[in-house]
C-alpha cells in the first residue's frame, strides 16, 4: 500500500480539495469476517467509536479481534471532498485520512479498551507518515462521538505522551476532533487482511505500552 511517489504533507482547503461526488461510492452490504451489516442497521446498545491510525487493512484487523467489537468498517475521514474514492484520497487533494469506524458493545468492551489498541497498534508521533506510508491519509486522529469520548480520549493522549516522553520518544502528533461525517471505503478494502491474509500491513507501534483500558490510574 505504499508509495514512493511524493505526496503533499498539509491538508488542502475546502477550495483547494478536489469536487467529489452527490452519491456514496458502491461498498459491501455485509462484515467478510461476521456476516454482520456493514453499515447497520446495528443492534439496540452498541456504541461507535472513529480511528485514523495509518494504513486502515491493518489496523481495522486490529479492532474486530477485538471480543465485544460487533462490526469494522474502513473509509475516509476529516477531509473536505464528499463521497471520495481511494485514488482520489492517495492523491492528498480530499484531506481525508483512512479511517476506522468500530461498532461496540460497551458490556464486553470499553472505549478506555479501543483506545488503548489505537495508541499501541501505531507510531502516533510520526505526522502525516506511517513508516513507509507517507501523506496526509495515514496521519493519526481519534475523532470522538460525544463528550464523554472526548474526555477519555485526551485522558489517554496525555497519559501516553508520559510514557512515550519516558522512553525518549517525541510529542504525539494525534488530532482529537469531533466526528467528522464517515465515507465507507470500496469493497475490496474492507476486511481485506481477511480477504488476503498475506496482503500488506505496514502497521508498527512503538513498542510503549499504554496504561489507559489495563485499570491503572492514568
Known amino acids: 500500500m505504499f508509495s514512493?511517489?511524493?505526496k503533499p504533507l498539509s491538508i488542502p482547503s475546502a477550495d483547494e480539495a478536489l469536487p467529489g461526488r452527490p452519491e456514496p461510492i458502491p461498498t459491501a452490504d455485509t462484515h467478510f469476517v461476521t456476516g454482520a451489516p456493514l453499515k447497520g442497521p446495528y443492534p439496540?446498545?452498541?456504541?461507535?467509536?472513529?480511528?485514523?491510525?495509518?494504513?486502515?487493512?491493518?489496523?481495522?484487523?486490529?479492532?474486530?479481534?477485538?471480543?465485544?467489537?460487533?462490526?469494522?468498517?474502513?473509509g475516509y475521514a476529516g477531509g473536505h471532498t464528499p463521497n471520495p474514492t481511494y485514488e482520489e484520497v492517495c492523491s492528498g487533494a480530499t484531506g481525508h485520512t483512512e479511517a476506522v469506524l468500530v461498532v461496540f458493545d460497551p458490556k464486553q468492551v470499553t472505549y478506555?479498551?479501543?483506545l488503548k489498541t489505537f495508541w499501541e497498534s501505531h507510531d502516533p508521533t510520526q505526522g502525516m507518515r506511517q513508516g513507509n506510508d507517507v501523506?496526509?491519509?495515514?496521519?493519526?486522529?481519534?475523532?470522538?462521538?460525544?463528550?464523554?469520548?472526548?474526555?477519555a480520549a485526551e485522558a489517554s493522549k496525555t497519559a501516553y505522551e508520559a510514557a512515550l516522553a519516558a522512553q525518549g520518544l517525541p510529542p504525539i502528533t494525534t488530532e482529537i476532533l469531533p466526528a467528522p461525517e464517515f465515507y465507507f471505503a470500496e469493497d475490496y478494502h474492507q476486511q481485506y487482511l481477511a480477504k488476503n491474509p498475506a496482503g500488506y500491513c505496514g502497521l508498527g507501534g512503538t513498542g510503549v505500552a499504554c496504561p489507559i483500558g489495563t485499570g491503572v490510574d492514568a
Open 112 to 114: 478506555d479498551q479501543l
Open 135 to 151: 501523506g496526509t491519509q495515514y496521519r493519526s486522529g481519534i475523532y470522538y462521538e460525544s463528550d464523554d469520548q472526548r474526555a
Open 4 to 6: 514512493f511517489k511524493r
Open 44 to 74: 439496540d446498545g452498541v456504541e461507535t467509536a472513529l480511528f485514523g491510525l495509518g494504513c486502515f487493512w491493518g489496523a481495522e484487523r486490529k479492532f474486530w479481534e477485538l471480543p465485544g467489537v460487533l462490526v469494522t468498517a474502513v
